[in-house]
C-alpha cells in the first residue's frame, strides 16, 4: 500500500471535478438507484459482521430485549470509576516527570480535579435524562416543542429550516468546484457556505435513533449459525464458518453477508433487515430530499452504541461528504470514551503515524476484531468508491469527484481518523478521487506530537490539491477545549508516554460574533510556515447579515434562552458543546479574514 497521500506528488492539481457531458435525468435516475443497491449490500455486509462479532461475544441474541435503567445506571458508574482509575493513575505515573515543571504539574492536577467533577455532573444528567419517568413527562411537556427533533437538536426544533435554498445551491456549488490551481499556498480558505452545510449534515446524524440498528443487527446475529462455547473461547471464527469468511470482499458488496447466512433466504432476510432500519431515517431522507441530495449510513464503527458514518452526495453533482454522528448527550460510555486519554500505537493502521486517543482508534481500527469483521475503514472506503462510480457513470471518463470530511464532538475525532488514512493512504480511494478539506466541529485532542508532525508534513504538500482540516470551536466549549493538549504547542517536549502531550490536528477556528474577525490557532505550522485565514462565502458580508437578520425575524433561530446557558460557569462549556450553539454562532461569525489567538 502506497504512504503517498492521494494526489499529492508534485504535479498541478486537477484542473476540474466538472464534466463537460451531462448525464440525463434518466441517467441520473438510474445511477442513483444502482448507488443505492450497492451501499445498502454494504451496509448488510457491515451489520453481518457486527453481528457475529456480537455473537461471538454475547452469545445467541434477545431480539426485543431491553436494558433496564438501573443495570445501565450500574454499568455507567462501573464506566466512571474506570475514568478515575486511569486518569489519576496517569497523574501518579508523570507526576515523577523529569520534562515537567511545577506549573506542567499543576495543570495536570487542575484538569485531572476538573474533568473528574465535569464527568460527575454528566453521570447524573445521563442519571436523570435517562429515567424512563422523567422521559415521558420530557416528552409530554418541553419534548411538544421540540417540532419531533431528538433531545441533542431540540433546543432549536427550526434548525434544519435554517438554510435557504440559495445558501445550499452555493454550499452544492462549492463542494463541487474544483481546487484552485493558482491559490497561494500559505493563503487557506474557510468557507462559511460549506461550513454550514456540513454542520447541518452533521447535526442530522443525531436525529437517526439507534434502536431499530440494533434491533436489525439482532435480527442478522439471530440467522448465524451458532457459536460453540468452547469456539468462542479458544478462536475468533465460529465453527462451520472459517472458510466462508475468508472470501470477503468489499469490492463485491453483500458477499459477507451472504457467505455468514449461509444457505439461508438471502433475499427475504435482506429485505426484513433494511424494512427494519429504515424506519429510523425519515427525518434525514426528508432534509436530504428537500436540497436535492441522497443519504445511506455505511457503517456502525464496530460497535451498537450510537456512533456511526453515513455518505451524503449530490446525485446531479461531482461531491461526496463523509459524516460522522458524534457523542449522544445520555451515553455517559460514550462521554468516558471522549474524556479518557490514553495512547495506542497506530503505526499498523495509518502509515507514519505513532500513538492516537486508544478509545478513537478502537472505533475505526478495532485491534481485536475477529476473521469475518469488516474494519469500518473498509466499507467507508467501498462506500466512497460505490458513490464515486455511479456519479460518473454517465460522465467524461477524467472526471474528477470531490470528497469532504466532516462531523461534531467524537465524530470529528473519527473523522480525524478517516481523513488521515484517506490522505496517508491514496490508494484506498479510486484515482478520480480528490481529497479536499474536512470541516470539524468541537474536535477534542486525538494524537500524539509525533503523528500531528507527519499529518502536517502530509497535508501541507507544495504543488498539490490545497488541503486543509478546520476545526471549529464554539466559545469554551469543554470537549474542543477542556482537555490537555499541550502537545498542540512545540514549546513542550514532552515524553511520548505522556498522556498530557496529546494534540490537535489541523488549523482551530475560534469563532466570534460579526463584525469582531474570528480567531485561529495552528495555522503558525513549524516546518511549513504561517498560513494566513480567511472566512469566505459567495455571498457579500451584507448580504450574510441580512441571512441572519431573515433568520431571526423568521423564528428560525436559537432561543435567547438556551443560548444564555452557555455563560453559566461549568454548565456553560457543557452548553456551548451543542449542535444548536454551534450553529447559532456560525451563523453570526464575520466575512473577514481571522486573527490569531495567543496560546
Same mark, same amino acid.
Request: proline share 5%; charged share 20%; glycine share 6%.
Given at each position: ?61 434477545? $431480539?426485543?430485549?431491553? @436494558?433496564?435503567?438501573?443495570? %445501565?445506571?450500574? !454499568? *455507567?458508574? #462501573?464506566?466512571?470509576?474506570? /475514568?478515575?482509575? +486511569? ?30 467533577? $465535569?464527568?460527575?455532573? @454528566?453521570?447524573?444528567?445521563? %442519571?436523570?435524562? !435517562? *429515567?424512563? #419517568?422523567?422521559?415521558?413527562? /420530557?416528552?409530554? +411537556? ?458
Amino acid at each position: 500500500m502506497s504512504s503517498q497521500p492521494a494526489s499529492s506528488s508534485h504535479v498541478p492539481p486537477p484542473k476540474s471535478s466538472l464534466s463537460s457531458k451531462q448525464p440525463t435525468d434518466d441517467q441520473i435516475q438510474e445511477s442513483t438507484h444502482l448507488i443505492r443497491t450497492r451501499l445498502r449490500e454494504l451496509r448488510l455486509d457491515d451489520m453481518a459482521s457486527l453481528a457475529q462479532q456480537q455473537q461471538l461475544e454475547f452469545g445467541n441474541p434477545i $431480539i426485543d430485549e431491553q @436494558i433496564s435503567w438501573f443495570r %445501565l445506571s450500574i !454499568t *455507567n458508574l #462501573f464506566h466512571f470509576f474506570g /475514568y478515575l482509575t +486511569t486518569t489519576w493513575g496517569s497523574i501518579i505515573v508523570n507526576t515523577f516527570n523529569a520534562n515537567l515543571d511545577i506549573g506542567d504539574r499543576f495543570s495536570m492536577f487542575t484538569f485531572a480535579a476538573g474533568a473528574s467533577v $465535569i464527568l460527575l455532573v @454528566i453521570y447524573l444528567w445521563c %442519571l436523570i435524562s !435517562t *429515567n424512563p #419517568f422523567l422521559v415521558w413527562l /420530557y416528552r409530554l +411537556t418541553l419534548g411538544r416543542g421540540s417540532g419531533g427533533l431528538g433531545l441533542v437538536n431540540s433546543m432549536n426544533p427550526n434548525l434544519f429550516k435554517n438554510m435557504t435554498q440559495a445558501q445550499a445551491e452555493a454550499a452544492k456549488e462549492k463542494l463541487s468546484a474544483p481546487p484552485k490551481d493558482d491559490a497561494d499556498f500559505h493563503s487557506r480558505e474557510f468557507s462559511l457556505d460549506i461550513a454550514k452545510m456540513l454542520l447541518q449534515i452533521s447535526s442530522l446524524m443525531y436525529e437517526r435513533d439507534n434502536k431499530d440498528t440494533v434491533k436489525a443487527v439482532k435480527q442478522i446475529q439471530s440467522q448465524l449459525a451458532p457459536a460453540d462455547r468452547v469456539t468462542r473461547g479458544l478462536t475468533s471464527i465460529p465453527l462451520g464458518l472459517a472458510g466462508s469468511v475468508i472470501g470477503d470482499r468489499p469490492d463485491r458488496p453483500g458477499r459477507l453477508f451472504n457467505s455468514l447466512l449461509g444457505g439461508k433466504n438471502i433475499p427475504s432476510i435482506a429485505d426484513q433487515v433494511l424494512s427494519i432500519e429504515h424506519k429510523s431515517r425519515d427525518a434525514i431522507d426528508l432534509w436530504a430530499d428537500k436540497y436535492g441530495m441522497c443519504f445511506e449510513p455505511v457503517s456502525e464503527l464496530a460497535s451498537l452504541s450510537q456512533a456511526y458514518v453515513s455518505v451524503f452526495w449530490d446525485p446531479t453533482s461531482t461531491w461526496i461528504a463523509v459524516a460522522f454522528k458524534g457523542t449522544d448527550p445520555r451515553s455517559f460510555e460514550e462521554w468516558t470514551t471522549d474524556f479518557t486519554a490514553t495512547f495506542a500505537n497506530a503505526q499498523e493502521d495509518i502509515t507514519g503515524f505513532n500513538m492516537i486517543h486508544r478509545g478513537f482508534k478502537e472505533r475505526m481500527f478495532p485491534s481485536a476484531h475477529v476473521s469475518s469483521q469488516r474494519k469500518p475503514w473498509t466499507s467507508i472506503s467501498a462506500a466512497v468508491k460505490v458513490v464515486a462510480e455511479g456519479l460518473t457513470k454517465y460522465r467524461d471518463p477524467d472526471t474528477k469527484i470531490n470528497v469532504w470530511f466532516t462531523g461534531h464532538s467524537l465524530g470529528t475525532a473519527l473523522a480525524t481518523l478517516g481523513y488521515s488514512k484517506a490522505l496517508v493512504s491514496g490508494d484506498d480511494l479510486p484515482k478520480n478521487i480528490i481529497l479536499r478539506d474536512a470541516y470539524l466541529f468541537a474536535t477534542p485532542i486525538t494524537v500524539d506530537m509525533a503523528t500531528r508532525y507527519h499529518f502536517e508534513d502530509k497535508l501541507y504538500v507544495r504543488d498539490s490539491v490545497p488541503r486543509t482540516m478546520w476545526r471549529v470551536t464554539n466559545r469554551n466549549d469543554f470537549v474542543a477545549t477542556g482537555l490537555p493538549a499541550f502537545g498542540d504547542n512545540d514549546k513542550y517536549p514532552y515524553d511520548p508516554n505522556n498522556l498530557f502531550g496529546f494534540s490537535h490536528l489541523g488549523i482551530e477556528i475560534f469563532m466570534k460574533s460579526g463584525p469582531h474577525a474570528s480567531e485561529v490557532q495552528g495555522n503558525r505550522v513549524k516546518t511549513h510556515g504561517d498560513f494566513d485565514v480567511h472566512i469566505t462565502s459567495k455571498f457579500s458580508p451584507q448580504e450574510v447579515i441580512a441571512q441572519r437578520q431573515l433568520a431571526v425575524s423568521g423564528h428560525l433561530t436559537l432561543l435567547k434562552v438556551y443560548g444564555a446557558l452557555q455563560y453559566i460557569p461549568l454548565v456553560g462549556r457543557l452548553a456551548a458543546h451543542a449542535t444548536v450553539n454551534y450553529y447559532d454562532q456560525l451563523d453570526q461569525i464575520a466575512i473577514k479574514q481571522c486573527i490569531d489567538r495567543e496560546y
